[in-house]
């Protein structure tokens, strides 16, 4: 039986290639999903065809739990959670910031984890108990580690927004009260780059509201175990940050910066 990461690798790779190809072409089959801002494309679903069918040929028990909708039940006990395409706006708008997303599970949470990077060649992986590590070009693996920071007020913080207005007017009620207390913030479009660019130091810590497993499940796991802390806060309702990745030495104080702003909200 071939191993998991590289199939995941090599599937990541396979889809990254076509959804290339696609790049500021054309746009076909656009349609809206949550909202009127939420779209989905032939490109979103082209990619989980060629993802979802490496799957299935190389561990036909194994689940598959899709973005655009794909679902296949297995009796192996391991789920695959597919988003083919995190940051589909960017893409339809012809922006360079968007990845390929594959994430192994088993009952005790996530085994394997890729996201890939097709715009810059880069690809970020992590094996539970493994470590983390990125790719270039396809070159040697480099391991990650988040970076040494202790002090939040120092910290550049990643996050995003929901595609509900709702949600985002509750989100940009928290941020004023995030952005006073942190080095500042950046807003790039794709959750599983953001988490990656954690573990690979390039952000110091991380939140949104993201929800759905294939959304953070492969990045959390690169934090963890690039060295850095993971937690899912309850939400009392949607908009309110749920998942917040750090470097250890900034992640309770930022779990305690966000439970306030929430309350002020």
Known sequence: MPEPMTVAIDAARAAGRQLIEGFEGEATGVDAKSSHTD????????????????????????????????????????????????????YLYGVPHWSVVLCLADAEGAVAGVVY?????????????????VSRGGGAPRELHTTAIADLASAL??????????????????????????????????????LSWVGAGRFDAYFESVDKPWDWMAGALIVREAGGRVTELPQARSGHPHIVASASGVHDALIALLKRAVQVA
């Open 117 to 133: 990077d097709p715009v810059r060649d880069e690809l970020f992986g992590a094996e539970r108990e493994r470590g983390a590590w």
């Open 39 to 90: 779209l989905v494309s032939d490109a979103d679903r082209g990619s989980e065809t060629v993802i979802v069918s490496a799957i299935r040929w190389a561990f036909p028990e194994d689940a598959i739990v899709a973005e655009e909708g794909s679902l296949e039940r297995g009796g192996s006990g391991r789920t695959w959670f597919i988003d083919p395409l995190d940051g589909t706006i960017n």
């Open 157 to 194: 913080v990643a996050t995003g927004f929901a595609y509900v207005k709702e949600d985002r007017q509750e989100q940009a009620r928290i941020l004023t009260q995030v952005l006073g207390e942190v080095r500042d913030l950046r807003r790039y479009g794709s959750a599983a780059l953001d």
